[in-house]
């Protein structure tokens, strides 16, 4: 990605019809990123602001973000200082990624104030910070106490300062650049000189020309016509306000940045927002997975062992019907077996007489067979909750943001997780499963979780619906919600069970259909689990596009 100075002026570029615009609600869905709801153009325009510190960003979006039921103190803030307010300007700092937010407002007893909204999209030192007139620091996302940060201090009563950075020159204030720049290498001088010129940008330069100032004035050229492009060159992915000849022909194209930016960082925020929520829970099922996988090694380590349970037997046998041969004392004792017809060497203990010897062996007899049983017993069991936590596991990577606390509570009753002080989360009882429609306009249903998949199967779907599951991999229950599914149905039906599933990054993925029917849920098995007969089996490719495409907003 490349959201740089030149990608934030040409932002504001497009925000500045907001200006004059009303604040008319504020909302703060995570702690890294502020919404306000601007009524511009007769429409309510949602200008999403984000610290994040790698999707730090700022942009209009058409998303709808939760609203967390106890607003945090910064939002409180911004609430009393910014809401019913007028924006009244954008500006940048030079060419950096620093911005300015002007609103006129009126406090408790309806006198006219003036607040900054100071915006700084520096990755990891990013902040959203409120001050008055005089920059006085009102409060801010992020704290920088003395202790914390020697450059500046970020605290409510503080004077707000900019950020120190390097020294660099405003692109738009040169008309030539070979004179500020010495020898080779040029690459490296011109992101020192050029304020706010990402790699991507410094790239595009040098190729533009082999005369250096011809190229900064050909780029320079270029950059004043906007068209939000998306590349996607194999592992990395980049977005940029104009295109990029080194990078070739964009994958796709946007009407406005905010369009562009929104695309690119929808789903990588909630991703981002789920793992952060889910941390806990992953490193969980981890350190539980784990823990079975050596306790399996170890009971068939123990199974193992039990090989040896019936020359035990045996050894004890054959001292009982040669005892009258046997005298204390002795180490080992050499028995005809007749068995198989040959002579095996039997170890003693030289200290225990015969019989004593013979209730040895008798004794780890016993054992070993009772050990056989609780092995085999035990190793089923904890195979059982192996494919259980990978399954989990598996679920991790496509869950939703509100189903986490629903697979919380599913380890919790299951014993695995230990339960919280404070009351269920009433949420978590409220089970809503994925719509979507097929190419013919059947609605299919996906189970995100356990309990989902429970719901679905079980509850939902009637005994003739036609249910999927991908062949021997954890993953969702997919269900199609008619008798008679065509033939395309089946396959859309599949492609999402192959999506949502851990192969879902996989291709030729086989997929189990049959009737609901023959689906079953053996008594006391863990939540998701089901056998099934009379199936048959499709090969499809996962492909998100798609998934998004029979996908039911």
């Known amino acids: 990605m490349a959201f740089d100075g030149l990608f934030t002026g040409k932002m504001l570029e497009e925000l500045e019809f907001l200006v004059s615009g009303r604040i008319n609600k504020i909302t703060q869905p995570d702690t890294q990123t502020i919404i306000l709801t601007v009524r511009a153009n007769r429409k309510n325009q949602q200008l999403l602001i984000s610290a994040h510190p790698n999707f730090a960003r700022i942009h209009l979006t058409e998303n709808k973000a939760p609203n967390p039921f106890e607003p945090p103190m910064f939002l409180r803030v911004l609430r009393k200082h910014l809401e019913g307010g007028i924006v009244k300007a954008f500006s940048q700092k030079g060419n950096d990624r620093i911005i300015r937010m002007d ?18 999209l520096m990755g990891k030192h990013s902040n959203v910070i409120l001050t008055d007139h005089d920059n006085r620091i009102l409060d801010s996302m992020k704290h920088l106490t003395p202790n914390t940060n020697a450059a500046r201090t970020i605290m409510p009563g503080f004077t707000y300062e900019e950020p120190p ?3 660099k020159k405003n692109p738009y204030e040169l008309e030539t650049i070979s004179d500020l720049l010495e020898a080779h290498p040029v690459r490296r001088q011109l992101q020192n000189l050029l304020e706010g010129f990402s790699p991507l940008a410094i790239d595009e330069l040098l190729a533009a020309d082999d005369d250096i100032d011809q190229a900064f004035r050909k780029f320079m050229q270029r950059a004043e016509d906007v068209t ?9 992915e980049y977005f940029y306000f104009m295109p990029l000849e080194t990078l070739g022909e964009p994958v796709k194209t946007f009407d406005t940045l905010s369009a562009l930016v929104d695309d690119y960082f929808n789903e990588r925020g909630d991703r981002e927002r789920i793992k952060s929520r889910s941390i806990d829970l992953s490193r969980h099922i981890s350190q539980l997975l784990q823990k079975d996988r050596k306790k399996l090694a170890k009971l068939i380590n123990e199974l193992e062992e039990t090989d040896s349970m019936e020359d035990t037997r045996l050894f004890g046998e054959l001292i009982t019907a040669n005892m009258y041969q046997l005298k204390s004392g002795m180490s080992e004792f050499e028995a005809f077996n007749y068995y198989t017809n040959e002579h095996v060497t039997i170890p003693l203990n030289p200290r225990k007489s015969p019989a004593e010897n013979a209730q040895y062996y008798y004794k780890q007899y016993n054992k070993l067979k009772t050990r056989k049983v609780h092995a085999a017993s035990q190793i089923e069991e904890t195979k059982r909750e192996i494919d259980y936590l990978e399954n ?9 943001y509100d189903d986490i606390e629903g697979m919380r509570e ?3 009753a299951q014993g695995l997780l230990r339960k919280r002080q404070k009351h269920r989360n009433k949420a978590a009882n409220k089970i809503t499963l994925e719509k979507y429609r097929s190419s013919d306009g059947i609605e299919i249903l996906v189970g995100k979780n356990n309990l989902q998949n429970d719901y679905l199967t079980h509850k939902v779907a009637r005994k003739d619906y036609t249910w999927f599951h991908t062949k021997d991999i954890p993953g969702s229950h997919v269900v199609i919600m008619s008798k008679e599914p065509s033939d395309q149905d089946l396959m859309d039906a599949a492609l999402l069970a192959a999506y949502y599933s851990k192969a879902g990054q996989s291709a030729t993925v086989p997929v189990d259909y049959t009737l609901i029917k023959h689906v079953h849920k053996p008594s006391g098995a863990k939540p998701g689990f089901v056998t099934y007969t009379d199936q048959s089996t499709i090969f499809v490719d996962p492909d998100k596009a798609s998934v998004d495409k029979m996908r039911v907003k």
């Open 103 to 120: 609103i006129d407002n009126t406090d408790e007893i309806g006198d006219p104030v003036k607040r900054r909204l100071f915006i700084e």
């Open 165 to 167: 950075t390097a020294k």
């Open 228 to 236: 939000p492009v998306y590349y996607n060159q194999g592992p990395k």
């Open 392 to 400: 989990l596991e598996g679920q991790l990577s496509y869950i939703t």
């Open 410 to 412: 599913e380890l919790m």
